[in-house]
């Protein structure tokens, strides 16, 4: 349900006659069920920000705000700062649950394909879009900056380099 919210958040991104404030409510959908599909959405704020297309980025995040934030703040209300700290403060505080060199070496093993897909940048010699490659450096950062990661983190990086391929095969 969250990696689908995400993705029609970055579709509604991608569409021009779709409105930048569907595209944060429904990224504001998706971190509600999995919070680090802010990392997608973050992704999807970057290429506006290299299109300097600011509008959409102050419509997107008061649909995203909305959606997340009055939630939320209803939690909170009910809950209190336990809230916060359950939700948000606990996933910075993990220990590590899988190593991650055990996490990359399972990634490699099972998604050669998808990582050969990277290759193609050098074949092809011609820039990847941004809305391609944004995702993916962001979701690396994502797994080198916090120490607790899973297999099921995996699955925001599967998507990008689909479309990586898609894009070396349709060129």
């Known amino acids: 349900l969250a ?3 995400a993705l029609l958040g ?18 504001g959908l998706a971190a509600l069920a999995k919070l680090y599909l802010v990392v997608l959405y973050a992704a999807v704020l970057a290429c506006w920000l290299l299109q300097k297309r600011w509008s ?3 419509k997107s995040l008061l649909g995203f705000g909305a959606a997340l934030g009055l939630t939320a703040l209803v939690f909170w209300w009910l809950a209190g700062p336990v ?17 991650k060199d055990r996490l990359a070496w399972f990634f490699a093993r099972h998604d050669v394909l998808l990582l050969l897909g990277i290759m193609s940048i050098f074949v092809i010699r011609r820039w990847v879009p941004a809305f391609i490659m944004v995702p993916i450096v962001l979701v690396v950062a994502y797994f080198a900056m916090f120490r607790d990661v899973y297999y099921l983190h995996l699955k925001m990086l599967v998507v990008w380099l689909a479309l990586l391929w898609g894009w070396a095969v349709w060129l």
Do not use: C, E, W, Y
Not at 20 to 27: A, E, K, T
Not at 83 to 99: A, E, Q, R, S, Y
């Open 10 to 27: 970055v579709l509604a991104a991608q569409r021009p006659r779709t409105s930048p404030l569907l595209s944060g409510v429904l990224f």
């Open 56 to 58: 959409r980025v102050g």
């Open 3 to 5: 990696l689908t919210l």
């Open 83 to 99: 809230f916060f700290d359950m939700v948000i403060l606990n996933h910075l505080d993990k220990t590590v649950g899988i190593p």
